[in-house]
């Protein structure tokens, strides 16, 4: 059995080594700040509490992904996404045709830019498929992690038709509940944070800013929050439909996730598990905010402006964070020109994301400003 390397010593890094580890695999961590996990590297064990209850045997600790790398023929990168373009480029002169990447979460369209990062860097082609963010878990200690909640359904995608085919079975054999998504945007847009975050914290600004405690999902939200994310729902939805997808109504996609009612998308965020002791983020500057605006809203704008799509919630969000933060997030965030599909106009980013039954040629995946057929 091949050996995983997981990148991130975040909360969900933490949650993939305690289940891959719980289900007999062999796995090493990498993470920038080691001393934050001194206690698993100490001990050579996880501590798993919550929905997980254990302690698992970690092989490795390491701040070095080119070790990680030479170790490992698969590579799970469950850090933040607006790292992929720096953590490609310290993989990259690293891996083989070999190796595997699976991105836990890519957000929107994370493997193809990931994907055109390695083939930038002057790596090899190497197979990427992403799916979700499984885990709903914090770091505890620094030894273990808290698994507040486990999605029990989810969609894998990749960077091209056969990375899919040959590598999908891979994640669901750690993951057996995962469905092929019909392309990189259905992935991508099947994602319920990228549509509550950003409008639930600018709908509690004040409290966020004062750093006032607050359940963000119960306490956070009501109709008229709720209103909020039903528009930034749909506009994902006519997007999607541009690009050859259909998206599943959120409050069924929260019952898949996790069991909850699925008669409103209020009922279905107040009754899903986890959802109920979550904490809001300390500030507007919170990583998954910024990484909800930069990865997944900034390029669903760009993808709905190449295909005369209105996004105005969408847009408004961005404007906002963007002033807020003091941020440029359309420059700074997952733009065309990252995909490689910048030069494209709608009917060739389609073309790329919806390749039908062809075979896929095992080739390198382009560079910045060319094309890649995505699944």
Known sequence: MDEIGVIGGGGEGLAVVAHLSSTGHRVR???RNPQRVAGVRAGGEIRATG???GRFPVAQVTADPAELARRCRVVVIAAITTAYPEIAASLAAHLTADHL??????KLCGSAEFAASLSSAGAPHVDVVETDALFAARPDGDDGVRVLGTKRWNLVS???PGAVERRAPVVRNW???LENATNLVHRGLTDFGAVAHAPIALANLGTIDRGEELLFYLDGVSDRTVALLREVEQEFREVAAAYGATLMPMPEVLDRYYGCTSTSLLDAMRSAAPYKT???PGSLDHRFLHEDIASTLVPVEALADKAGVATPMVGSIVNVMSTLSGKSFRRSGRTLERLGWADLDHEGIRR???PGKTADVRTAPPA???VAAAV
């Open 278 to 280: 979550i904490l809001a």
């Open 352 to 354: 790329a994301l919806n």
């Open 101 to 106: 990447i699976v991105l836990f979460s890519g």
């Open 368 to 370: 910045p400003g060319s």
């Open 51 to 53: 929905e997980l209850e």
């Open 29 to 31: 961590l990498c993470t």
């Open 175 to 177: 993951f057996p509940w």
């Open 158 to 160: 990749g960077a091209t």
